[in-house]
C-alpha cells in the first residue's frame, strides 16, 4: 500500500510568496495532521481533519497559514504571506480511527522542506 | 495537560549491544497511548511501536521493546542487538482522551549513534 504522500519535498521561496503544500493521505484513513517542526520548537501540530473536516486548528500559528481538505484523499496547507521564520519542515500524517490493530497510529509522510528567504 | 519528557539529548552505543531510550510521561487520564518514532537523518517519521495504557504485557517489535512501567509512567525504548542503521532520532509521544484522543503530543527526542 502507498503511504502518505507530500508535495514538493522541498521548496524554496521568497518572503512575501505564497507556498502551498500538499498531502495525499493513505486511503481509507479518516483521519489527517499537520505538523511543523523546527530545532526551536521540536514537532507541531498545527490541525488535524476528520472526514475531511477540521476538528482543532488551535496550533495554527496565526492567519497566514490556512489549511483544507476538500476530499477525502488530498489536502493542502498554505501560508500567504511566506515569512523567514517559517522556515521548518512540514509533515502531514493520517490515521485511521479503530483501526484493526486499536492503535490509530499515525503515519507520516516523508515531508516537505520550506525554506523561505 | 499531557507531557512528554525525554531527558537524553544524546545517546552512544555499541554494535551488537542492547540500549534503552528514556521516556517519561504526564496525563492523568485513565486511557492512553504511548508511541515511539524513528527519524533517520533522511528526516521521515517511521512508527515503531505502541503501547497501550491499558495492554497487560510490554510491546515487542523486532528487535525493538517497550519497557512500560504505568506507576512510574515511563515508556523506555530498548533497542537489542543495536545495528549502524539504528542511528537516528527518536521520539517518544502519547495519544489520551483528554484533550482530543487523536492528538499526539512528542518529546523533544533523543540522538542515538551506534559506532562500529
Known amino acids: 500500500d502507498a503511504g502518505v504522500i507530500q508535495s514538493p519535498r522541498h521548496e524554496v521561496t521568497e518572503m512575501g510568496q505564497e507556498v502551498t503544500l500538499r498531502c495525499k493521505p493513505i486511503?481509507?484513513?479518516?483521519?489527517l495532521f499537520w505538523y511543523r517542526q523546527t530545532m526551536m520548537r521540536g514537532l507541531e501540530l498545527l490541525i488535524y481533519?476528520?472526514?475531511?473536516?477540521?476538528?482543532?486548528d488551535s496550533g495554527m500559528p496565526e492567519d497566514r497559514f490556512s489549511a483544507k481538505m476538500p476530499n477525502a484523499s488530498f489536502s493542502t496547507l498554505k501560508i500567504q504571506p511566506s515569512e523567514p521564520r517559517d522556515s521548518a519542515v512540514y509533515f502531514c500524517?493520517?490515521?485511521?480511527?479503530?483501526?484493526?490493530?486499536?492503535?490509530?497510529?499515525?503515519?507520516f509522510g516523508p515531508g516537505t522542506r520550506l525554506t523561505v528567504l | 495537560a499531557q507531557k512528554i519528557t525525554q531527558t537524553q539529548p544524546g545517546m552512544f552505543v555499541q554494535e551488537k549491544e542492547a540500549v534503552t531510550l528514556d521516556c517519561t510521561y504526564d496525563?492523568?487520564?485513565?486511557?492512553?497511548?504511548l508511541f515511539w518514532y524513528k527519524q533517520p537523518s533522511s528526516g521521515e517519521m517511521i512508527f515503531l511501536i505502541y503501547?497501550?495504557?491499558?495492554?497487560?504485557q510490554n510491546a515487542t517489535e523486532g528487535r525493538y521493546s517497550l519497557n512500560f512501567q504505568k506507576a512510574r509512567k515511563s515508556a523506555n525504548l530498548v533497542i537489542s542487538a543495536s545495528q549502524l542503521g539504528d542511528s537516528a532520532m527518536y521520539f517518544c509521544?502519547?495519544?489520551?482522551?483528554?484533550?482530543?484522543?487523536?492528538?499526539?503530543?512528542f518529546g523533544t527526542g533523543t540522538r542515538l549513534l551506534v559506532s562500529p
Open positions: 500524517a493520517s490515521s485511521l480511527f479503530g483501526s484493526r490493530d486499536y492503535t490509530d497510529t499515525q503515519y
Open positions: 486511503s481509507g484513513h479518516d483521519y
Open positions: 481533519f476528520n472526514n475531511n473536516v477540521p476538528i482543532d
Open positions: 496525563t492523568s487520564d485513565p486511557s492512553y497511548g
Open positions: 503501547q497501550g495504557s491499558y495492554d497487560q
Open positions: 509521544a502519547m495519544r489520551a482522551s483528554g484533550t482530543g484522543f487523536q492528538k499526539l503530543v
